[in-house]
């Protein structure tokens, strides 16, 4: 069966060029980059290469500022306890209800520990209000933590703004953002527009990297401490072996994504553009999560009326098209996601969300199939709901009245 991949916000598939750049490290240059022998010393010599990549393409950095991690969830966890860790005067953290789990279950525990976390809500259309964060700032807040895009919405914070706001306030307040969904799909300049982060996160198989790799930026001078100890690699900062193959991969995922972004701003999103608008078009009852606010350009999040998401995903399957109904950490899960119950997304839509998500690798014609097949899957799956009159092609009366109800909370 031909598959069609439209769940990029998961993760991706790994680039043929970042395989083939990977291949002689895990071969013949498989030596301990930490060894003293001169094999060993060309690996070395080659990761260091790869961080000053990776330092370049997040705004010319220093390279000293990169620490490479296994994933972004331990560069989420180590910014947020590793900044606890090293200013234990303060006990407030302000992020957003709308967090990766990556970063808000960090935070609730962070809550069970005695700190007090403020959870900035965020409007219908997944929008951070900044008066409302301007006032959650207070004289004891230690960290903000705010990610730069939604997973599951796509929907775009002003990281930026919002940095600059904090450290003028106050610049002891450390700031940290989760850009795991931004890094590889649009420019990021940690010396020009996000020059008041101090740290900043990613995964590499977000962008057509391998899984297993991830970065952690800390920008020189914040106070902050390592979590991973017992061994004095990436200068003490995280303790272990560098898993150099993956690290190569990273630093040439990031130099085609480089090479790309223009692309994903034009022909990704024109894609999805297409396909949000024909979707719309065909499909009654069906929401937008998202639609008011600046998104990804790769990123489609759409609730439908009356039906489950789950079942949705299984239908779309079974035509060979993989799509998912929010983070890929909790699909596993049937409570009704995070994300959208703070958005404020009707009830009778809130189960029925599903996410398709993008890149350089869809084709027309892939997205031509999508636009066939799911009118239809919806179309089926609400002839056999208890919600939905099949011989009206309609809501029961019942629905309606729920559905009714639940629109002036849009």
């Known amino acids: 069966m ?24 895990l071969t013949g240059e498989y030596f301990n980059p930490s060894s003293m022998y001169d094999p060993a010393r060309r690996v070395a010599q080659a990761m260091g290469e790869a961080r000053r990549t990776v330092a370049r393409h997040l705004g ?17 966890n180590a910014a947020i306890v590793g900044v606890a860790k090293a200013n234990s005067a303060r006990r407030h953290i302000i992020t957003t209800a709308v967090e990766h789990p990556a970063v808000l279950e960090v935070c609730k525990e962070m809550q069970r520990q005695g700190y007090d976390v403020t959870f900035l809500p965020v409007d219908r259309h997944g929008n951070l209000d900044v008066t409302t964060f301007i006032r959650a700032l207070r004289p004891d807040t230690l960290l903000v933590t ?15 703004e919002l940095a600059r706001i904090t450290k003028e306030t106050d610049p002891s307040i450390v700031f940290h953002t989760d850009a795991t969904q931004t890094v590889g799909k649009m420019r990021i300049d ?3 527009g996000l020059r008041h982060v101090d740290l900043l996160s990613f995964s590499g198989h977000k962008l057509h990297a391998p899984k297993g790799v991830g970065v952690l ?12 100890i017992g061994g004095h690699q990436e200068q003490g900062r995280r303790a272990g072996t560098e898993n150099v193959p993956y690290i190569i991969g990273l630093a040439r995922a990031m130099d085609l994504a480089a090479q790309h972004v223009e692309e994903e701003e034009t022909r990704v999103r024109r894609l999805r553009d297409r396909l949000e608008r024909e979707l719309v078009a065909r499909i009654p009852y069906i929401e937008v999560n998202g639609r008011g606010a600046p998104r990804l350009p790769n990123t489609l999040n759409l609730s439908c009326h009356f039906i489950e998401g789950e079942a949705m995903l299984f239908e779309l399957s079974d035509h060979g098209i993989c799509a998912s109904s929010g983070s890929a950490c909790t699909s596993g899960s049937l409570e009704p996601s995070h994300v959208l119950l703070a958005m404020h997304v009707p009830v009778t839509a809130v189960h029925g969300s599903i996410r398709f998500s993008l890149s350089r690798y869809n084709t027309e014609e892939e997205i031509d199939y999508v636009i066939q097949v799911f ?20 809501p029961r009366e019942d629905a309606q009245q729920l559905f009714l109800a639940a629109q002036p909370g849009i």
């Open 2 to 25: 031909r598959i069609i991949y439209l769940d990029n916000n998961a993760t991706t598939p790994i680039a043929p060029e970042v395989f083939e750049a990977m291949i002689p490290f």
């Open 60 to 76: 010319f950095v220093d390279p000293s500022e990169i620490i490479f991690t296994s994933c972004a969830t331990e560069s989420n």
């Open 146 to 160: 705010i990610m730069h895009a939604n997973n599951e919405t796509g929907v775009l914070f002003p990281i930026g």
């Open 190 to 192: 940690l010396s020009g």
């Open 217 to 228: 930026f800390v920008r020189r001078g914040t106070r902050w401490r390592p979590i991973m």
């Open 375 to 394: 009118p239809e899957v919806v179309a089926q799956l609400r002839r056999a709901s208890p919600y939905w009159d099949s011989q009206l092609n309609a």
